[in-house]
């Protein structure tokens, strides 16, 4: 079916919409992905979708057309973590590195994603490169025990495109979604995932189950899928889609976290997570948690 009778189909408001089966969202994204439709239909897509909302049936779709669409990360001998990281830092340092970091030390192999979605904030990337850990130029295995990053584009260059598209309109779209969930590897992998708003955790929950995926899903750190070092957070955890509690929200924030800087520029935040894996600084009680969590998760992937 032609993008416009989608758009016709999504764009009737929040009331009016109807959703899509899976097979129809695979179509549409799928299209979105291939460059066979106009801006103006994939302004209309995103704007559409973006008053509408995604159903966990429409997120399956999208998946199902990313998936058949990325260049893949081979497959290893041990699960793939993968940790999106699109957020970046606007308060506390940013910790994706950190996290990315202790996973390896604990032999694991570990991809971290992303790009820049919001602007004026210190990114992921740019701390893994001062922590020597440069952005791959290609797409290749990722050895245990150490962290590759990839930029979005090295794995699908039109979803890069469809990301900028908020950059035009300032409204977020699927894809902002799907690179959170996306599994962009051959062989069996642990999708960390992260959420800032719970309506949203709910379609990501019921989006994991749909796909089967082996996952760990919690509130992070600004967006980043990290724990906040300050917070206990609910953590579920997904194992083929079969959903388990793994740790239980408890309320309250501590003041401060020993070592944790107040800066967040890049050189002070590379030079934290170097105390750290140092051992000059303990390992947020939180974060640590969240890294065997993740251990278990990948040991029966």
Same mark, same amino acid.
Request: one cysteine or more.
């Given at each position: @079916?032609?993008?416009?009778?989608?758009?016709?189909?999504?764009?009737? /408001?929040?009331?009016?919409?109807?959703? %899509?089966?899976?097979?129809?969202?695979?179509?549409?994204? &799928?299209?979105?992905?291939?460059?066979?439709?106009?801006? %103006?239909?994939?302004?209309?897509?995103?704007?559409?979708?973006?008053?509408?909302?995604?159903?966990?049936?429409?997120?399956?779709?999208? *998946?199902?057309?990313?998936? !058949?669409?990325?260049?893949?990360?081979?497959?290893?001998?041990?699960?793939?973590?993968?940790?999106?990281?699109?957020?970046?830092? #606007?308060?506390?340092?940013?910790?994706?590195?950190?996290?990315?970091?202790?996973?390896?030390?604990?032999?694991?192999?570990?991809?971290?994603?992303?790009?820049?979605?919001?602007?004026?904030?210190?990114?992921?990337?740019?701390?893994?490169? !001062?922590?020597?850990?440069?952005? @791959?130029? !290609?797409?290749?295995?990722?050895?245990?025990?150490? +962290?590759?990053?990839?930029?979005?584009?090295?794995?699908?260059?039109?979803?890069?495109? %469809? *990301?900028?598209?908020?950059?035009?309109?300032?409204?977020?779209?699927?894809?902002?979604?799907?690179?959170?969930? @996306?599994? $962009?590897?051959?062989? $069996?992998? =642990? =999708?960390?995932?992260?959420?800032?708003? $719970?309506?949203?955790?709910? +379609?990501?929950?019921?989006?994991?189950? %749909?796909? /089967?995926?082996?996952?760990? *899903?919690?509130? /992070?750190?600004?967006?980043? +899928?990290?724990?906040?070092?300050?917070?206990?957070?609910?953590?579920? /955890?997904?194992?083929? &889609?079969?959903?388990?509690?793994?740790?239980?929200?408890?309320?309250?924030?501590?003041?401060?976290?020993?070592? *944790?800087?107040?800066?967040?520029?890049?050189?002070?935040?590379?030079?934290?997570? #170097?105390?750290?894996?140092?051992?000059?600084?303990?390992?947020?009680?939180?974060?640590?948690?969240?890294?065997?969590?993740?251990?278990?998760?990948?040991?029966?992937?």
């Amino acid at each position: @079916m032609g993008i416009s009778q989608y758009i016709k189909e999504i764009g009737r /408001g929040a009331r009016g919409a109807k959703p %899509l089966t899976r097979e129809q969202a695979t179509d549409l994204f &799928g299209q979105v992905l291939d460059g066979t439709v106009t801006d %103006l239909e994939i302004g209309g897509f995103c704007l559409a979708m973006r008053i509408k909302g995604e159903t966990p049936e429409e997120m399956a779709g999208f *998946l199902d057309a990313t998936h !058949a669409r990325l260049q893949h990360i081979p497959a290893g001998d041990r699960a793939l973590i993968v940790l999106p990281s699109y957020n970046g830092a #606007r308060k506390l340092p940013v910790l994706t590195p950190l996290l990315a970091l202790l996973l390896a030390r604990e032999g694991l192999p570990v991809l971290v994603h992303g790009s820049a979605t919001e602007t004026a904030r210190v990114l992921a990337s740019n701390v893994l490169a !001062a922590l020597d850990v440069p952005p @791959m130029t !290609a797409i290749g295995p990722i050895a245990n025990g150490t +962290v590759g990053f990839a930029a979005t584009e090295l794995l699908n260059p039109t979803l890069k495109r %469809l *990301l900028d598209v908020r950059r035009v309109v300032g409204l977020r779209n699927p894809g902002h979604s799907v690179v959170k969930l @996306m599994q $962009p590897t051959a062989g $069996p992998a =642990v =999708v960390v995932a992260s959420y800032t708003h $719970p309506e949203y955790a709910r +379609v990501m929950a019921e989006t994991f189950e %749909l796909m /089967g995926t082996t996952a760990l *899903l919690s509130r /992070g750190l600004e967006g980043e +899928v990290v724990s906040d070092p300050r917070r206990t957070a609910q953590i579920d /955890g997904f194992l083929c &889609g079969v959903r388990t509690e793994l740790q239980a929200q408890v309320s309250g924030t501590a003041t401060e976290v020993p070592g *944790l800087p107040k800066e967040i520029d890049v050189a002070t935040t590379a030079d934290y997570t #170097r105390r750290v894996l140092n051992g000059e600084h303990p390992v947020p009680e939180a974060i640590a948690a969240q890294v065997g969590h993740i251990k278990q998760l990948a040991s029966h992937a």
